[in-house]
């Protein structure tokens, strides 16, 4: 489940990349698989173009960051963003999306 502000975001084309604290559901997502983004009752089906696995620092250097968080100004800010939903963790993934065609 994501929050309306994200959904929204999916859904008017301006987010196409999840990221995600590594959790056993996503461990083993790859490219070509669905992602299934929910809001409530709305769902939005994408196709994972791309995996990438590490520490914010290392998903940072292969996304950008407004990717992941359009609304961020600095990369400091969306890690911050980050740091607040996610406390705790150390390695994260983050699924690059697009549609079907």
């Known amino acids: 489940m994501v929050k ?3 959904f929204d975001l999916y859904r ?10 590594v959790k056993p559901q996503w461990k083993n997502s790859k490219a070509g698989d669905v992602a299934t983004i929910q809001c409530g009752r709305k769902i939005l089906r994408k ?4 995996v990438h696995k590490g520490t914010l620092a290392r998903i940072f250097k292969d996304v950008d960051y407004n990717r992941v968080f359009p609304e961020a100004s600095t990369i400091f800010e969306a890690v911050k963003m980050m740091k607040e ?17």
């Not at 008017?12 to 990349?17: E, H, L, M, S, Y």
């Not at 196709?47 to 791309?50: E, L, P, S």
């Not at 939903?85 to 065609?101: I, S």
């Open 4 to 6: 309306k502000k994200f």
């Open 85 to 101: 939903l996610y406390p705790d963790e150390k390695e994260f993934m983050a699924f690059e999306l697009e549609d079907f065609v």
């Open 12 to 21: 008017f084309g301006k987010k196409d990349v999840e990221l995600r604290a």
């Open 47 to 50: 196709r994972i173009a791309k």
